[in-house]
């Protein structure tokens, strides 16, 4: 419940325009939340029961203050209007944007089960690098979502010029943000695994996927980009769409390679740019024939 009410206050301010806030929350938690479990697990030698009861009270805490501090998301009884309409539509989004993100992890569920027939020293090379993507990947996502809510704002109010820059201008932020981070994964491979383990064959390992991986992250910056553009306008069908192409075609592409012909760490790469290339298939006729509709 907390970790919904947190979200949802988020999202709202976001959608006012206030981005900055949500930051600032989650900033006062995740402080809240190191120094909770130092204190539950260290102090009170609470284990991981600490470490849980730490993760609900510092989002509680930061939703105590969201109620002192910001006036109009305090809750109370002009809250609590039904109104069917805005259920449906609610749903209606919700459900697709719940499916996609169940897509992504049941693709990547498949993805490790395939990793961890592939040894223990790849099976740990994978999950550093994955950890790795996730820094490199999370921005781009971050960027699309700031994209969403700029165009969805501009949509309501008509203004298609303005939804229109703002496409541009998150495509220009993504490819730079992405080529800025392929150059660093590039050049210190090495480094980054180094951060994490200091077995020499799973740097070896990592460092064989960071090479080929880093190569390909312009492309999610653009279905980034291009899955910000459609939720922007409010149509979540083909990001589901797209995202369930993506998976599909990740695992359909590493099973044979590692499973038939015996590729190594490499086989990810590789199937994860079968994945992009597919999504980018449904998802660019479809974006340009609405771009020039709209």
């Known amino acids: 419940m907390f970790t919904f009410l947190y979200n949802f206050f988020s999202s709202t301010l976001r959608a006012l325009g206030d981005s900055a806030s949500p930051l600032y929350f989650l900033i006062i938690s995740a402080v809240l939340n190191i120094f909770g479990d130092l204190f539950f697990v ?29 006036p109009i998301l305090r809750l109370g009884k002009k809250w609590l209007v039904f109104d069917s309409r805005l259920l449906k539509k609610t749903i209606a989004y919700g459900w697709a944007s719940a499916m996609q993100q169940a897509t992504v992890q049941m693709g990547k569920i498949a993805i490790q089960a395939l990793v961890n027939t592939m040894g223990v020293s790849v099976a740990a090379a994978f999950a550093v690098v994955n950890r790795i993507d996730d820094f490199a990947i999370t921005p781009e996502q971050n960027i699309a979502h700031a994209m969403t809510a700029l165009m ?9 010029d303005r939804m229109r820059e703002g496409f541009r201008c998150g495509m220009i932020l993504e490819i730079v943000y992405g080529a800025a981070v392929m150059v ?8 980054l695994m180094a951060l994490f383990v200091k077995d020499e064959e799973v740097i070896g390992h990592g460092v064989i996927y960071l090479h080929l991986i880093a190569a390909m992250y312009i492309l999610p910056a653009v279905t980034n980009a291009i899955q910000g553009f459609f939720r922007g306008i409010g149509d979540l069908k083909v990001t589901l769409m797209s995202s369930f192409t993506n998976m599909a075609v990740r695992v ?25 290339v597919a999504m980018l298939l449904v998802e660019t006729p479809l974006m340009i024939r609405i771009y020039r509709k709209k």
């Open 42 to 70: 260290i102090v009170l030698k609470a284990g991981s029961n600490g470490c849980a009861i730490s993760t609900v009270l510092s989002e509680a805490l930061c939703i105590i203050y969201i109620q002192k501090k910001v």
């Open 152 to 160: 969805a704002q501009n949509k309501g109010a008509g203004k298609n």
């Open 184 to 191: 660093i994964c590039q050049v210190f491979a090495g480094e």
């Open 252 to 276: 359909i592409a590493a099973a044979p390679m590692i499973l038939l012909w015996n590729f190594g760490i490499e086989a990810l790469p590789y199937s994860y740019l079968a994945g992009w």
